[in-house]
């Protein structure tokens, strides 16, 4: 038999060295062998291979349970710590350091939950993998757990006497369709389970049916359904809080009322700045359109200093994925002011409009789109577009 690295196979399955290391130890690759403190795994492998028995509850674990749950701003470490299952412990764990924009520790913990039997379990696991492995820049863990996350949805859905689990995995197969822009057959429509689903989810089930609005560019129904949930919520849910409250600031900058716009970004900041919850912002950066630079450059710089530097490997990460054409682009060339100039500019922002919203000189705003012109190679409008989500 032939055999190859733990490295080499995880290189040719897109995954982690570590991830394999994993399975091999647990026996879920075949024939795998122990030399010394490496292993030795056989050639061609294509993954590991489950060992369970028909004892196994399937989904005994919540999808995303710091989402699920709620906490006052503040005591996000507190509620963690509370957990009595290890598990659940261990994906509020990872959800907490994306959150906060630690992906690369987010990742680590989730990588034994890639494979799990508990559905609950893998689809938290690959579905935030899938997100934190976006600003790692490599794309061959985000086809990775991509695919993992879509064949976990349709694996589920295919269980029919488990409502809960049927909620859960439409829940994470919508989210993954909207949010990233896939396509996934076969899916109900979210709103037929959510009734099925812990009230923190259901929040969240809100903000991807606002953000589905938004794509579609129906901007005053998306703002009502945040609004909506916002008004209705039972209890304090501030991951879910967040979002929604950011899909009305991006709704409100579609619609060019940037005052409106402003005023709900400026009421995240009770949830994000106090638990430095930053990653939310880092992916809705471009859709802001300059809020972030406009509310937190002068008054909270180290809060800015913090998501700007993290925005580039995720928009690279981003572009990488869904953009053939730019690749790593824009985001590696045009500095965060740049790219939101060029940004609201390409939306059909008038230069004027763009610096009194942005507090700066229309003289600022026009060197700032000679540079970008320059950098890309491009002279129009026009032009530029290809390079900027619409």
């Given amino acids: 038999m032939e055999y190859e690295s733990a490295s080499s196979t995880a290189q040719r399955l897109g995954v982690t060295a570590r991830a394999v290391q994993k399975w091999a130890k647990e026996g879920k690759i075949p024939g795998a062998k122990q030399m010394g403190r490496q292993w030795l795994i056989p050639a061609g492998t294509k993954g590991p291979q ?10 005994v674990h919540p999808v995303m ?49 890639l494979d799990s039997y508990d559905y609950g379990l893998r ?34 859905l295919e269980i029919n006497d488990s409502p809960k689990l049927r909620a ?97 970004f400026n009421d995240i900041n009770r949830i994000a700045l106090r638990e430095k919850f930053y990653q939310p912002f880092v ?30 490997d995720f928009s690279t990460g981003w572009r990488m994925l869904h953009n053939e054409i730019t690749n790593s682009k824009v985001t590696v060339n045009l500095s965060a002011n740049e790219f939101v100039v060029a940004m609201l500019f390409n939306r059909g922002w008038s230069v004027k409009e763009i610096a009194a919203h942005l507090e700066i000189s229309t003289r600022m705003v026009k060197h700032h789109l000679s540079v970008t012109y320059e950098k890309l190679d491009v002279s129009n409008r026009e032009e530029l577009g290809q390079y900027l989500l619409k």
């Fill in 50 to 59: 489950a060992v369970c028995n028909n004892q196994v509850d399937l989904c």
């Fill in 65 to 113: 349970p710091l989402l699920s749950n709620t906490f006052v701003p503040g005591s996000c470490r507190k509620l963690i710590e509370s957990f009595q299952d290890s598990d659940d412990r261990a994906i509020a764990e990872a959800e907490y350091c994306y959150y906060r924009g630690n992906t690369d520790k987010a990742m680590e913990i989730l990588e034994p939950y």
């Fill in 123 to 156: 689809l938290s696991a690959n579905f935030i993998y899938t997100f934190a492995s976006l600003k790692s820049c490599k794309s061959h863990l985000v086809r990775f757990s991509l695919a993992n996350t879509e064949k976990c949805v349709k694996s589920a």
């Fill in 168 to 264: 859960f995995a439409v829940f994470v197969g919508t989210a993954t369709v909207v949010l990233l822009h896939r396509e996934i057959g076969g899916l109900p429509a979210l709103e037929s389970v959510m009734a099925e689903l812990p009230e923190g989810l259901r929040l969240f089930s809100a903000y991807i049916i606002a953000h589905r609005l938004y794509l579609n560019k129906e901007y005053n129904r998306a703002i009502g359904v945040a609004d909506i949930c916002l008004a209705m919520r039972q209890g304090d849910f501030p991951v879910a809080s967040l979002y929604l409250k950011l899909i009305k600031s991006v709704c409100y900058m579609a619609l060019k009322e940037s005052v409106n716009a402003k005023k709900s």
């Fill in 283 to 312: 992916e809705h950066h471009g859709l802001l359109q300059g809020i972030i630079e406009a509310e937190l450059k002068s008054d909270f710089k180290e809060s800015y200093s913090d998501i700007v530097s993290q925005v580039r």
